[in-house]
């Protein structure tokens, strides 16, 4: 079974300071790695995703995601925070392979808090 | 093109009751995932359907049902409302059915059970 872990429920940072923020799976193989952004309120945003090929992945926002596979890893980076960036944070992976139990589904951390202080 | 609706976003039920959510897909998109997020639980996946059909299940009661309709739209039924039932149910919808298409969410429905 696929499983997700977000080490840190809960991170503040300053405007302007730089941001990463953990994400570790467990995965039979490699599976498809994502990051989604939620706000107070609303629903999930895809901020970007990992398939193949290239293990810097850049996304909406000014973000990007490195993954490392002899880690299980898919970090979420930012250089420079902004207050609007403040929300909640969630890594996902989905299955690869096809059928099964985990084929189409999201199997989602628990989630980082983002706080930004001006 | 509109992005994922659910109705209503917002709902106030008792014990015992039963409730009935509704996802409409963006234009064009045939699969349909039903996720419930929680405090306590965080978001786990409830079911998805494609094409009318349900593909994948997740670790539910069997008092969480779904459908799809023949234009792709969902709807998700939680009989016998618990008082642990008070969660935001996220409807999510893609192109197809594997993990490879990107899922957009909606805002969700906020259910509250007294």
């Known amino acids: 079974a696929q499983s997700v872990t977000q080490p840190d429920i809960h991170i503040t940072v300053s405007e302007g300071a730089s941001l990463e923020l953990r994400c570790n799976y467990s995965?039979?193989?490699?599976?498809?790695l994502f990051w989604y952004v939620q706000s107070p309120g609303q629903g999930l945003q895809l901020l970007l995703k990992?398939?193949?090929?290239?293990?810097l992945v850049q996304g909406i926002k000014g973000f990007e995601a490195e993954f490392k596979r002899s880690q299980s890893s898919f970090n979420l980076r930012k250089p420079s925070v902004h207050w609007s960036d403040a929300a909640e944070y969630f890594c996902?992976?989905?299955?690869?392979?096809?059928?099964?139990?985990?084929?189409?589904?999201?199997?989602f951390g628990q989630g980082t808090i983002l706080t930004v202080h001006p | 093109k509109a992005g994922v609706t659910q109705t209503p976003r917002y709902l106030i039920k008792t014990r015992g009751q039963q409730v009935t959510l509704s996802c409409s897909p963006i234009?064009?998109?045939?699969?349909v995932s039903w996720y419930q997020q929680t405090p306590g639980q965080g978001l786990q996946f409830l079911f998805e359907?494609?094409?009318?059909?349900?593909?994948n299940k997740g670790n539910f009661p069997g008092r969480f049902s779904g459908r799809q309709f023949s234009n792709s739209r969902s709807e998700m039924n939680v009989s016998t409302l618990e008082l642990g039932d008070s969660a935001l149910y996220l409807c999510?919808?893609?192109?197809?059915?594997?993990?490879?298409?990107?899922?957009?969410f909606g805002p969700g429905t906020r259910l509250t059970v007294t």
């Open positions: 995965y039979g193989a490699t599976p498809y």
């Open positions: 999510a919808s893609s192109l197809g059915t594997s993990a490879f298409y990107e899922q957009y």
């Open positions: 359907y494609f094409s009318e059909t349900q593909r």
């Open positions: 996902a992976v989905g299955a690869r392979l096809g059928g099964g139990t985990s084929y189409g589904k999201l199997t």
């Open positions: 990992y398939f193949s090929g290239d293990t």
């Open positions: 234009s064009g998109h045939r699969s």
